[in-house]
């Protein structure tokens, strides 16, 4: 059967600007938009871009996907520090309200409160994936009914972090569960490098599995995949499922 994604696959030095390009048009189109944003290497040029572009957050709500636990609150790899760093800080129209994880007082009660501020209606939520096919951190075993919850970290996340510049691999995390990211109106999913060539395709191609949760976007009416020309190359336009 055909998709029912829409796929975007632009050259590698087009990507970052023609995403920010659709998000600069959709924040002009709705001000006041309450977006889900991911960190992480992928969307780093991306927001470099909304920055370059002078993006009109100004009416806009932010909310942040995942946070690492058990990092000092000023360790470099903390998610809510870095989306401050490389977009909320540098623009010159910022956003209205910007809503890291507060990690205030038990995990569960802090995914519990970051949830009730998802659950109030998102807009637009972006996502990279991961090459263990995790989005957020629903990482592979998740559901596509998964809640927002304190998850444990697979392998490959904390060499991740570690590699972000985490002092210490973390071990556990907060992520907005599949449910949650589900219910947007509309989802974007990033994805950019040959490294994540074979787990687009396994994800958008595949069957839908929770050995590969980014599969289950694929039942969101609303989700387009911007892809730059390196991970796009195993997709042969045509789902398992
Ligand atoms: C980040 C996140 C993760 C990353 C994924 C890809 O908030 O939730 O799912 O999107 O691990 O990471 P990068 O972009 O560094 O390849």
Redesign the pocket.
């Known amino acids: 059967r055909s998709p029912r994604y829409r796929l975007e696959v632009l050259p590698p030095d087009a990507w970052a600007g023609h995403v920010a390009d659709r998000l600069v048009e959709r924040l002009t189109a709705r001000p006041t938009l309450r977006i889900c944003l991911?960190?992480?290497?992928?969307?780093t040029p991306l927001y470099d871009a909304l920055v370059g572009r002078g993006a009109p957050f100004g009416g806009a709500e932010v909310l942040?996907?995942?946070e690492y636990l058990g990092l000092s609150e000023d360790d470099p790899a903390r998610?809510g520090e870095r989306l401050r760093r490389e977009l909320i800080d540098r623009l010159a129209d910022p956003p209205a309200a910007y809503h890291p994880i507060d990690l205030a007082g038990p995990p569960d009660q802090a995914a519990g409160r970051h949830d009730v501020l998802a659950a109030a209606g998102l807009d637009l939520t972006l996502?990279?994936?991961?090459?263990n096919g995790?989005?957020?951190?629903n990482e592979p075993g998740s559901d596509a009914d998964s809640e927002t919850r304190v998850v444990a970290l697979a392998a490959e996340?904390r060499q991740?972090a570690e590699a972000?510049g985490a002092s210490e691999g973390p071990r556990s995390g907060i992520?907005l569960g599949l449910r949650r990211l589900l219910e947007s109106a509309e989802i974007w999913l990033?994805a950019t490098?040959r490294?994540?060539a074979e787990i687009l395709a396994r994800a958008l191609e595949g069957p839908e599995t929770p050995q590969v949760p980014a599969s289950f976007l694929r039942r969101h009416h609303r989700l387009t995949v911007l892809a730059d020309e390196a991970a796009a190359t195993r997709l042969t336009g045509r789902p398992s499922s």
């Not at 991911?38 to 969307?43: F, I, N, Q, S």
């Open positions: 991911p960190t992480g290497d992928t969307p942040l996907l995942d998610a996502v990279g994936i991961g090459r995790h989005v957020g951190f996340s991740v972000y992520t990033l490098g490294s994540k």
